[in-house]
């Protein structure tokens, strides 16, 4: 397997040619998703010691249940569905906090919440995914862990066939 900077090399290295077929329109979304794809949201997510985790600096923590419910090179290896059980599980983590938060709240000054109103509106959430730079992030998300998972199987299968030490 591929060490984290040899991930990193490759998946930069790619990245120009990536940016090179897309419309000039797309290229903050799809680069903002691809770096962070490449640097954060890796799928080498599921092990706590990884490259990516320490990236995250003192969040780090919010990798430690995922490296116990997913094992290493399982779903987080997985093209498009290890992107999106990372995203969910972020969003499950940050939905986490938020009904942390507003319990706080709640005990500190119940009538606060009175003032404010929580209502999603699918609408406006179908609006925001439909929108340009949300798809180009989304893509350069996916295209990242693509390529950190290609990396993965050429570098496993040279070694099988030892080309490589």
């Known amino acids: 397997m591929a060490a984290g900077r040899t991930h990193d090399i490759i998946n930069l290295s790619f990245l120009p040619v990536a940016v090179y077929y897309l419309q000039p329109e797309n ?50 290896h997985l093209p498009v ?35 404010f109103s929580f209502e999603v509106n699918l609408d406006s959430l179908l609006l925001i995914l439909k929108h340009p730079f949300t798809v180009s992030f989304l893509i350069g998300l996916l295209l990242s862990e693509i390529v950190h998972i290609a990396t993965d199987v050429l570098y496993s299968t040279a070694k099988r066939l030892k080309l490589i030490r």
């Open 27 to 76: 290229f903050g979304g799809f680069i903002s998703g691809y770096i962070i794809g490449t640097f954060f949201l890796s799928p080498d997510n599921d092990i706590y010691h990884s490259k990516p985790n320490r990236r995250w600096k003192v969040l780090r923590f919010v990798w430690y249940p995922y490296t116990r419910i997913f094992s290493h090179r399982g779903v987080s």
């Open 81 to 115: 569905l290890g992107s999106i059980f990372k995203l969910f599980y972020l969003i499950f983590v940050i939905f986490t906090v938020f009904l942390f938060m507003l319990f706080l709240i709640y005990l500190i000054q119940p009538d606060l919440l009175n003032r």
